[in-house]
């Protein structure tokens, strides 16, 4: 079973790994052509008129986008945690029910497979293709990095682990609210709509202390990049009420899934 569903996901991670490898592609072949016209100046001046709070949000007060790194550090990182979110997002509300939705959700309940080995073996085969995008694309960054210039290695190995914090809970939360429902167009919706208004939330609480209390239901919260970039290390109390988090789900979805009524 297990490895059934990681010949069914295999396209879709190859397209959505593909994706993300080409837009990072893209910048790292343009941005010596930035620097080396003397932007990069103009670039930080202008910086110096936006607010501090926007500069926060964007990690642009602790790191400068006179290289490639600097600009992965604030803005570039965005493109990772919600890429991965989504897909993660997307895989958890899809993993059930395209079951239903191809008609093949009758074959496998003749299976003398429980329902808890078939959630178990999807969910296996979502959290290795997940956890396989982002070591794909922190192997293709690290590789492209060093080409372009000097590298922190160890503070990029940090930063590179925490988009999968926020995808894993993205997931598990997804997968939860399938289940109740028997039609992934609705959760289609739901899934991409979770990530971004979780981002909202997160960039929020950068610009506006009035509502700092919108930290505590991003998810993103949990993806701590500011923190690892000022103390060069992970805040492993965000790491447990991720598990914590996901530990819930999992129960919770198989729970309701063993009892869900198939069509």
Known sequence: MFKKELKSNLKSFILWTIVLVAVYLLVYLMYPSIIKSGNIQQIDEMMKLFPDEILKAFNMDISSLDSAYGWL????FIFILLITGCYASIMGSNILLKEE?????????MLPI??????????????????????????????????????DVKEFLLISITPLFSS?????????????THKSKKMLGFSIGIVFLSYIFNTLTALDKSVEFLKYVSVFTLSDLRNVIL???LDFSLILISFIICIILYILSLIKYNKKEMI
Request: zero cysteines; a positive charge.
């Open 73 to 76: 550090k604030s803005e570039g």
């Open 101 to 109: 939705n191809d008609k093949t959700i009758e074959y496998i309940s």
């Open 231 to 233: 103390n060069n290390k």
């Open 114 to 151: 429980s329902r808890t080995k078939i959630l178990n073996s999807k969910v296996l085969a979502s959290l290795f293709y997940i956890i396989g995008m982002i070591f794909f694309i922190t192997i293709f960054n690290l590789v492209s990095l060093k080409i372009s210039g000097p590298l």
């Open 168 to 180: 894993i809970v993205f997931f598990f939360m997804s997968l939860f609210v399938s289940n109740f």
